[in-house]
């Protein structure tokens, strides 16, 4: 009888071990296809907003294989564009911005977000829009409504992180914080990329870029009653192509001389260093 009872605890034993080992292995079964397609789905995200927010270097194919240019080089390229209303900039001279986006399905679809406000023009009577952009775009249009053409900002590949008109003296500018330039080595423009500020004279169709050697423009500041612009530009000290809680400096640019200077004199730098120590 006790040989009986053991070998029924013994037996009870080994089946409750099998079943807690299956119930284990269930669980760990579970747990792994869980964690896979959450992975799975953080990527796909991490994928699309890094497509949404970019444009990619390498021009992608037109679909029909058989379609290709004239020269036989390969198949045509197949951009697609989105070109926003147009926007009243100067109603005496009758100018309008049109921002323009990819549209391409393979880019994802582009935000972007505006202000938009009027002021007085002090040397007329007439009222000027002022619009702030933020968001992706691949390029600005100027479209003269008396002349009937447009003309486009950028001659060459670049991505817009945001941009504005300003009115000084009677000239109409484009403020712009753009990169041109695939500084963190990963196939695509985007926002991640050092930015340069752009100024657009609207008048003599003239673009000029401000940059400095690895440094990239975080924000800039409309000096009041002045024709000056303060920058802020992170310094990539790790030369990384990217800023990630980099120290600044400030910059001014001047609309009148063209030219961008220090914004504080080097020896109060230099004294704040000092005192930093």
Do not use: C
Request: charged share 25%.
């Amino acid at each position: 009888m006790d040989k009986l009872t053991t070998y029924n605890q013994r037996l009870l034993a080994i089946i409750g071990t099998l079943i807690v080992g299956g119930l284990l292995i269930v669980l760990l079964i579970g747990a792994f296809v869980l964690g896979s397609e959450l992975f799975g789905s953080r990527r796909a995200d991490d994928d699309e907003d890094s497509s949404r927010d970019s444009f990619s270097l390498r021009p992608s194919g037109n679909r029909n294989d058989g379609d290709t240019n004239s020269k036989g080089a390969g198949p045509k390229t197949d951009i697609k564009l989105t070109f926003e209303s147009p926007e009243l900039i100067d109603t005496v001279k009758q100018l309008y911005l049109i921002p323009v986006t990819l549209a391409d399905p393979d880019q994802a679809l582009v935000t972007d977000s505006y202000d938009v406000t009027n002021e007085p023009d002090i040397e007329s009577s007439a009222r000027t829009g002022v619009f702030e952009h933020q968001g992706s775009y691949l390029n600005i249009i100027v479209y003269n409504q008396l002349a009937g053409n447009g003309q486009m900002v950028y001659k060459k590949p670049v991505h817009i992180n945001g941009f504005r008109n300003y009115l000084f003296k009677g000239k109409q500018y484009l403020l712009i914080k753009a990169s041109n330039q695939d500084t963190d080595k990963n196939g695509r423009l985007s926002y991640r990329d050092l930015q340069a500020f752009y100024v657009y004279d609207v008048e003599v169709n003239q673009l000029q870029e401000i940059s400095f050697p690895n440094m990239g423009l975080q924000e800039y500041t409309l000096l009041h009653n002045s024709d000056e612009i303060a920058l802020t530009f992170g310094v990539d000290q790790n030369q990384n192509g990217k800023l990630w809680d980099e120290p600044t400096v400030l910059k001014k640019y001047s609309l009148a001389t063209r030219r961008a200077t220090d914004l504080l004199d080097k020896r109060l730098v230099n004294q704040l260093q000092q005192i930093g120590k």
